[in-house]
């Protein structure tokens, strides 16, 4: 079965920092762009950060660049988003994707071949 498991969700003080993971089963993530998208309440879901197979393109939301960094471990076959300076507009559920596209087309168009269940973000003091 193919799956994608987000990790490292919580509650965090404004300023702090998260380190979420997404993890397959089922298949490999060499071959496919990664992407890590949000929801907030009430909002749509949007691209947060999308990264190459190779690892040699990455894509930031212009909302989170400075702050967050996406990173991949094909060994580890899990893809990584290293939150720091959270904000209160960080709160969502995070969701990471895999697709066979281009990290533009993945995170701006939020369209993905595979889905995770998500993990919910809550910056608050």
């Known amino acids: 079965q193919l799956q994608l498991v987000e990790s490292g969700g919580g509650l965090v003080q404004p300023g702090g920092s998260l380190r979420l993971s997404c993890a397959a089963s089922g298949f490999t993530l060499d071959y496919y762009a990664i992407g890590w998208f949000r929801q907030a309440p009430g909002k749509e879901r949007e691209g947060v950060s999308c990264i190459s197979s190779s690892a040699g393109s990455t894509y930031y939301a212009d909302s989170v660049k400075g702050r967050f960094t996406i990173s991949r471990d094909n060994a580890k076959n899990t893809v990584n988003l290293q939150m720091n300076s959270l904000k209160p507009e960080d709160t969502a559920v995070y969701y990471c994707?895999?697709?066979?596209?281009?990290?533009?087309?993945?995170?701006?168009?939020?369209?993905?071949?595979?889905w995770g269940q998500g993990t919910q973000v809550t910056v608050s003091s």
């Open positions: 994707a895999a697709d066979s596209s281009t990290v533009q087309a993945m995170c701006l168009l939020v369209d993905a071949r595979f």
